[in-house]
């Protein structure tokens, strides 16, 4: 098993910036990607970022391209997230979610094996 826990959420301008973790703990070793998801209340769940352990570019939404920048520190075994240029629609609460097989398809939530429990992120005009 592998646990997730998400911080650096909260509220912003928008225009402003936030960056967020993702630690993971346990049974690290069996994962090969992670991704970043949010979901918007009364909106699907949205992968937005996946990073891939082996190796290849960094995967992003055309909702965050230019903006978002995904990264990992493997000795922190922490994901992050940078958000810049936000905007009132990036709120949403925000998770990690990492898989134990790669995928191209990155963006759907059924790729990925585990999750942690979301920080929120408010984005003010």
């Known amino acids: 098993q592998v646990q997730l826990v998400e911080s650096g959420g909260g509220s912003v301008r928008a225009g402003g910036s936030l960056r967020l973790s993702c630690v993971a703990s346990?049974?690290?070793?069996?994962?090969?990607?992670m991704g970043w998801f949010r979901q918007a209340p009364g909106k699907e769940r949205e992968g937005i970022a996946a990073f891939y352990f082996g190796g290849g570019s960094p995967q992003y939404g055309d909702s965050v391209k230019g903006r978002f920048t995904i990264s990992r520190d493997s000795a922190k075994n922490t994901l992050y997230l940078q958000m810049d240029s936000l905007k009132p629609e990036d709120t949403a609460m925000y998770s990690c979610a990492a898989a134990r097989f790669v995928s191209s398809e990155w963006w759907l939530s059924a790729q990925y094996d585990y999750w942690g429990q979301g920080t929120q992120v408010t984005v003010s005009s």
């Open positions: 346990g049974s690290t070793y069996t994962t090969r990607q």
